[in-house]
Nanobody
């Protein structure tokens, strides 16, 4: 089992940057596949960077491609989401998620239902 805590959210002007962190507690963090998602009011949760393997290819939706980048530090049990050139439409609660090793699922790794563990979320607000 893994416990996730996000941090780094806040209020930023359009064009600015933020770096979100997701700190994990628990064993064998390096074996978990991670992901970043967001949810705006009235909208479904959507992926912004997933899956985050160790190592492997991470996908980004077109809405954030070229602006968001993930990184992973297994020594610190942490994944990061660097967000640049932020836009008002990036305003949402951002969540990190973890998929345990050896667990099969019929969902895509870009689908929130593929993940078993979630953090509490961190609010990102981008003003115009």
């Amino acid at each position: 089992q893994v416990h996730l805590v996000e941090s780094g959210g806040g209020l930023v002007q359009a064009g600015g940057s933020l770096r979100l962190s997701c700190a994990a507690s628990g064993r064998a963090f390096s074996t978990y596949v991670m992901g970043w998602f967001r949810q705006a009011p009235g909208k479904e949760r959507e992926f912004v960077a997933a899956p985050i393997w160790n190592p492997g290819i991470t996908y980004y939706p077109d809405s954030v491609k070229g602006r968001f980048t993930v990184s992973r530090d297994n020594g610190k049990n942490t994944v990061y989401l660097q967000m640049n050139s932020l836009k008002p439409e990036d305003t949402a609660v951002y969540y990190c998620a973890a998929h345990p090793p050896g667990y099969s699922s019929s969902y895509s790794s870009r689908d929130a239902r593929w993940y078993d563990y979630w953090g509490q979320g961190t609010q990102v607000t981008v003003s115009s």
